[in-house]
């Protein structure tokens, strides 16, 4: 394996920057304490993080004072709903039930698709609850911080019953990084239900999966190698370019540091490494 390329200075910026027409950008770890343009450039903000609709991310944007329109965001509960109406085609007569925050719930009505589950937040489960409902016709799963064992009985109830009934994951990240300690994170809240199914998902969106690349090139029309994908995790961001095809550029200002992908045998590697995505700025 080619060892990674390390971007020392702006003459070495500017070559780097010529080579690509849009920047795939992850966020926690990259953007909070970095710069937040490459001028001339396309910019799009890529998470894992499904908990938050794209206009929560335009609100938290403004207060860090970074200026983003919902159209540059693409957020694994966004790229679930653009997946179910734009790839699957989803059913208009049909609904998904939610194992998630509300950030889900915006994003399925955004593209048009009904939705249930929120309520069940929460509730103390009761073998009454469990009832049939022949229009669930997925079960998507991602970040819940009301996770229950009624939510995990009804969509398993679902997924065994409805015929055809999709399972849909936003992402399966082990942790997230917390303020202070290391979360369960999407990965952890559907385990239950891949263990009680003894089967994995249909489907798992988020990075470092390809249904998220595919949405993402379709939907801005991307020429894939004029692409770079930038952040600071190895088993995610890189991985995520590494696996579609995109060059990929690993910050040292969040999880994974340089000793990680210059040691022998280093399991993934980006093409590009830099200390900050801040020090673009110097080009400005
Ligand atoms: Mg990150």
Redesign the pocket.
Known sequence: MSKSIKLCDISDYEKFIDKFDTFLL?????LWKGGDTLPGKKLLFV?NNSARSRADYVEKFKKLNIEAHEDEIFSSSYASAYYLKNVLKFPKEKKIYIIGESGIADELASEGIRHCGLSDNDQQFKPEDIVPDPEVGAVLCGIDFHINFKKLAKALYYLKTNSDCIFLLTNDDATFPASGFIAPGAGAISAPLITALNKKPDAIMGKPNKPMMDCIAQKFKLNLERTCMI???LE??IQFGNNNGVTTLLVLT??AAEKDILVDNAPIIPDYYMSSFGDFAKLC
Request: hydrophobic letters at 15%.
């Open positions: 992850d966020c926690d770890g990259v998470t952040g600071d995790r995610t961001d969040g999880i």
